[in-house]
């Protein structure tokens, strides 16, 4: 959607359209009948820093721009970002799960601004917690004896 068209040659979301996009990047997208989901580990370019997450994408995009953004542990690269480097495009969804990589970002943001960076991770991105509270949450609600027999456990 920020690239200049989404073409759908398989109609899988309108009837073989080609769209236009936001055009903040010099991209093109064509919708692949095959959807990729896969778990990425890839490094940002521009920091050094590692980044994980999953490439979600139903498409292939072609693109023009100059600024390459990662690259994944197979030596490929994914994303591309403007030429002053404001508007990034990538298949990596969860790349701002990395503590010391959403460190960076924030601060360049704030040097954009005027403001000095904290050049520390000031939270911790930890989703276990969560999930263990949840679980726990769930447990304490349910006859997990009867959930466990429901599914020949």
Known sequence: MIGDAITDPHCLETDGKTIRGLGLLNVT?????????????????????PVRGYEIHHGVSECAETGPLLKKENG???G?????????GTYLHGIFDADEFRRWFID????????????EVCATYDLEP???RLAD???????????????GL
Request: net charge positive; hydrophobic share 45%; no cysteine.
């Open 29 to 49: 997208t064509i919708l692949a009948a095959e959807k990729t989901l896969t778990r990425m580990t890839a490094t940002h370019l521009a920091s050094g820093l």
């Open 76 to 78: 490929e690269i994914d």
């Open 80 to 88: 591309v970002q403007s030429a002053d480097g404001r508007v990034w």
């Open 108 to 119: 360049r943001l704030r040097t954009r601004r005027g403001l000095s960076p904290k050049s």
């Open 130 to 132: 969560a999930l263990d």
């Open 137 to 151: 949450a769930v447990r304490a609600s349910l006859d997990m004896k009867k959930v466990y027999r429901i599914i």
